[in-house]
Every structure is written in C-alpha cells, then in structure tokens.
C-alpha cells in the first residue's frame, strides 16, 4: 500500500526524494496544485474522503505521514 | 502615535516595557493588554468599538461552538449519537457562518457599503430611475482589515478544532489587539502566539538587543528610505496628467521600492518589538523582488495574508465536492497537468478577488485582484509549455541568465500592478500606463527634469545606497546566514560601534523635519 502512495508522489512529480524528505510542503517541494491533485489520487486509490481540515503542512510533509493521515482516514471511515 | 515617532520609541515602549518587567510573571499580559488597549484607543478613539465587537463576537462564537462539542459527547455510547452528530454539525457549520458573517459583514459595511451604493446611483441614474442608495458617514478603524483576519481565522479554527476556545474574553483581547501588530499585521494565528502573549516571559539581554536591532533596521526602511521617497511618489501619481514617459515610470518603481520599505520596515518594528518581550510572530516579507513568478511573489510578499487566504479560502473551496468532482472531470477530459489548473479557477478568482477587495475601496484594488487571478492562472496554464520550450531551445531554467531575466521580468509585473495600486482611480492607471509609452522620451535622463519631482540628487543618492543596502542584506538572507546572529558575535567593542553607527545612520539620514512631512505607515490604511 505504501509502494502505491510512493507511486502517486512520482507521477506527480518525480524530481523528489520521498523516502527522505521530511519538509515537502515546507520547503515549497509540493505546490498548491500538486496538492489537490494527490489529495484526488489519494481519495480514489485509497476510498477516502480528504477534508480542508487535513489539509495541514504535518500530514504531507514525508511520504510517512501522508500514509499515516490515510491511515487514519481508513480507520475513521469505517 | 505611530510605530516609527520619538513618542512611540523613547516614551510608550520605554515605559511598557519597564512595567512590564516590575510586574510579576503572572500579570504581564495583563499589562500588555492594557498598553494595546491605550495604543489602540489614542489611534482611533471612540472607533475602538468595532475592536471590542469583533472581540466579544469571536470569544462567543467559540464558547458556543466549545458548547455545541461538549454537549454531543454526552451522546457518545448513545443508540443516536450518529444522528447527533449531523444534527451538531449542521449547528456548528450554522454558528461558524454566523461569526465569520459578523465579522466580515462590519468589515464590507465600513469599507464598501459606500462603494457599492455609489457605483448603484450611478447605474440607476443611467437607467433613468430617480431612486437612490443612501451614502453613509462612516470611519473605519485602524487595522480592522488585519484584526479581522485573525478574528476569522480563530473562529474557523475553533470550528475545526485545530485550536480550543479561550474562556477568557480578556486573553482573546490581548491577541486581537497586541499593539506591535494591530497597525499593519503580520496577522497571526491563534495557535502559534497567543501562548507566548500570556507566558508573560522577562526581558533579557538577547532580547532586547536583537528586537531593537530590528527595529533600528525597520526604521531605516521607513524614515531613510520610504519617507523620503514619498514626495516624489506623490507629485507624480497626484498630477500624472502633467508627466509621462520615463517619470511615470520612474513614479511607479518609486511607489513600488516605497511600499515595500515602508510595509517591510514597519513589520520590522513590530517583529522587533514582538520580539523583545519573548513574542516570535510570523515573518511577513522574504526578499519579494528575488521572485520569478507571481505566485513565488506572493510566497515571499505580505506572507501571512497570502497564507491566510490559500487556507481559509483556497483549500477550503478546492476541496469542496463539486469543485472536486469537476477537477475529476477536468482530468479525465484534459489530462493531469491542465485538469488541476481547472480545478483551481474557481477558488484563484475568490482569492483574488477577495485580495483585491480586502486592500481598499475601488475599482482599481479589484482589478490589481483580477491582474494577479490572470498572471498566476496563465503562469499555471503555461508551465509545461515554457518547460518544453526551454528544453528545446537548450535553455537551462538554472542557469543565472535564465533566473535573472525571470527576476526582471516579475519585476515589471510587480511595478505595472502597483501602479494601479496607488492610481487614483482604474481610469487613471490606464492613463499613466498609456502616457509611459505614448510619452516616452529618454532626454528625460540628461535634461534634469527628472530632478523637479521633490527630490534632490542628495536624496537620489541616498536613496540609491539604502537600497543598495537592502538588496545586500536582501542576498545575505536568501544564503541563509542571519546577520543579527553574525554580529551578536562580534567582540563587544565592535558590536556596540556597529549598534551606534546603525541608529546615527537613520538620525542623520531620515527623512524627517524641515521639507518632509510626516508619512503614516501605508498599509496601516488598507
């Protein structure tokens, strides 16, 4: 599951390295519009529903804690 | 009693800070609300008001919407507890809108209600019909376009729990009216200062010198640089039908070097004067003109209304469920870079054109909005095709030239925006736009006539170096290196002549007394 998220940061934008970086939203890596397109990918591929109240710095910065707000997602939506 | 007069700096800071100290830890930010509130009410008088509203407004609306959470818990384990739950959201959205109505509504009345009914009049008075819209007398506060802000944004962010209500209406009134930002901002949120405001932490050393160290550097922002610029700046937008070519445009670069002195170097003071009480508020401003595109511009200007629009508006509206199931679309139908773009129009144009309206009253603020809605769009729209291009004509988008060109050209951008800022009117910024290339002549340069816009080579000199001065300091900050903590480590000889030499600098070079008059900070007025 963590492969298929490291697979959507990719296509979105291949120039980053997620296993490492911890400041994606911080240091600019990850602009507006890349946002709303994974926050898109990250619904469909993983059926949850992304909400403006998610939508802070400390879910997307690292690979890590955007798999762990989806997994918090899942788990609230069940 | 503004940031940058002897009364401010050598009388009412001095003895704040000094009370502040004798006080006891537990009641300094009583002290400090007291002195906001003295500030506040010497600016505005009986308009202070409108900031005991928004006050009292926001400290209710959180205490209810703390009530409506509270209350649904006793349901939890409840066979109905889901249907609670929607029936306490639905009450909570009904309550947020409520407050953030409240709110903005006093803000629209004070600074648009007149706007409104007068271009109505005139629309009705084209249509033939004798009714008219009343105008109203009205005086709007200092700072209500900033403290509002915050306001709104306490109330959103009660709503989602990102931070708790404050049960003391006395604590919410210290972050609303803090005296270093209640002028011109940066507009802070809840969450990441009101803790610092109460902590009520004791002056020491470092503090005080590195916060007067910004402040000695705001003000040679404001006195050195903007003040004496600002005779120029208003000779020409004032009577811009008598000139053209080249001093318009050196008007318009004037205007725009001034705003950013003078905005920048008051937020300097306020971060300064922040700071030596043990306050850290968010930076405003980082090096705008080193931008290559106008959204980087406006990462790097005014930070924390831009950042304060992409949260409270952009996100919210991109992540609303018909603008996201149309971005869904959009990228099905027009691939994964354009359907994004599509995504965001809606949301862009709300932005800006709040932007623009959030600045002043105006058709001209509108459309800076609107400049800046169809710079950033387009720039979105044509990223990949300026991408594919440079790649074909083997342009490197590193390289130094590349960058410098892309800097140059955000400039004119930000130049050609500001002068609509500051124009009179819509009309009249056309006009000057106009009169720049159909009166361009560049024996303006040697003729001297350049030199009978209200400054004299002295100033021109001075102005030069200053600004000089800051795109140094500008670079030196862009590598990352902050110079307060290089000469904090100087020895203690050095370091003081430094600090001495710093505040002569502003004393002998200000731009006060004698021809100059006094400037208020710009932005205090949007």
């Known amino acids: 599951m963590m492969d298929q998220l490291l697979e959507i940061l990719e296509d979105i934008n291949p120039d980053n390295d997620y296993m490492a970086e911890d400041k994606l939203i911080d240091n600019g890596l990850l602009d507006s519009l890349s946002l709303l397109t994974l926050v898109s990918e990250l619904e469909d591929a993983f059926g949850i529903e992304i909400t403006p109240t998610d939508l802070i710095p400390a879910n997307f910065n690292s690979a890590a804690a955007m798999w762990e707000m989806v997994q918090r997602l899942q788990e609230a939506d069940k | ?526």
């Open chain 2, 1 to 526: 009693m503004q940031y940058n007069s002897l009364l401010y700096l050598l009388v009412f800071l001095p003895v704040v800070m000094l009370l502040y100290q004798l006080l006891p830890q537990k009641h300094r930010w009583k002290l400090l609300l007291a002195a906001s509130y003295v500030f506040f009410f010497l600016l505005s008088r009986k308009l202070i008001i409108y900031l005991l509203f928004s006050t009292g407004c926001m400290h209710y609306i959180g205490l209810w919407l703390n009530t409506c959470d509270r209350d649904l818990e006793d349901f939890r384990g409840a066979e109905d507890f889901h249907t609670q739950k929607e029936l306490t959201a639905r009450k909570k959205r009904g309550i947020l809108w409520l407050g953030v109505a409240a709110q903005i509504g006093v803000l629209l009345l004070l600074k648009y209600f007149n706007f409104v009914s007068g271009n109505l009049n005139i629309l009705l008075s084209k249509m033939s019909l004798s009714f008219t819209f009343p105008t109203l007398k009205l005086s709007v506060p200092i700072g209500i376009s900033f403290f509002t802000m915050q306001a709104v944004s306490y109330i959103v962010d009660v709503y989602k729990k990102k931070t708790p209500a404050d049960r003391n209406l006395w604590r919410l009134a210290l972050y609303m009216a803090f005296f270093p930002s209640i002028m011109e901002g940066p507009i802070c949120r809840y969450s990441e200062t009101a803790e610092a405001l109460y902590a009520g932490e004791r002056l020491t050393y470092h503090n005080i010198t590195f916060g007067s160290q910004r402040i000695v550097w705001g003000l040679f922002k404001k006195v050195v640089l903007a003040d004496r610029l600002s005779p120029l700046v208003e000779l020409v937008f004032s009577k811009y039908t008598q000139y053209g070519g080249i001093t318009v445009l050196l008007g318009a670069i004037c205007y725009t070097l001034q705003l950013y002195a003078d905005f920048s170097g008051c937020i300097d003071m306020t971060i300064g004067t922040a700071e030596m009480f043990g306050v850290r508020l968010p930076e405003n401003f980082r090096q705008p003109f080193f931008s290559r595109t106008a959204s980087e511009f406006w990462r790097r200007w005014h930070i924390t209304l831009g950042a304060w629009f992409k949260d409270y508006i952009f996100y919210p509206l991109s992540l609303t469920k018909w603008i996201k199931s149309m971005g869904k679309k959009a990228r099905l139908k027009f691939g994964r870079h354009v359907g994004p773009v599509i995504q965001t129009i809606v949301p862009l144009l709300a932005v800006w054109l709040s932007n623009g309206i959030w600045h002043g009253t105006g058709w001209n603020y509108i459309f800076f909005g609107l400049y800046y809605f169809v710079l950033i769009l387009t720039g979105n729209l044509l990223e990949p095709l300026i991408g594919k291009s440079t790649d074909l004509l083997h342009v490197s988008r590193k390289s130094i030239g590349w960058r410098a060109i892309q800097t140059v050209k955000m400039f004119c951008i930000i130049v050609t925006g500001e002068l609509f800022f500051k124009a009179a009117s819509l009309a009249a910024g056309f006009a000057m736009i106009k009169s720049i290339f159909t009166a361009f002549d560049l024996s303006a340069l040697s003729n001297g006539s350049l030199l009978n816009l209200n400054l004299s080579v002295k100033d021109f000199l001075v102005v030069a170096v200053g600004y000089l001065v800051v795109l140094a300091v500008g670079i030196v900050h862009e590598k990352g290196i902050h110079i307060r903590q290089q000469v904090g480590s100087w020895p203690l000889a050095l370091r003081w002549s430094f600090y001495y030499a710093a505040v002569l600098l502003v004393f002998i070079f200000g731009a006060y007394g004698g021809s100059y008059a006094p400037v208020d900070p710009l932005y205090a007025s949007f």
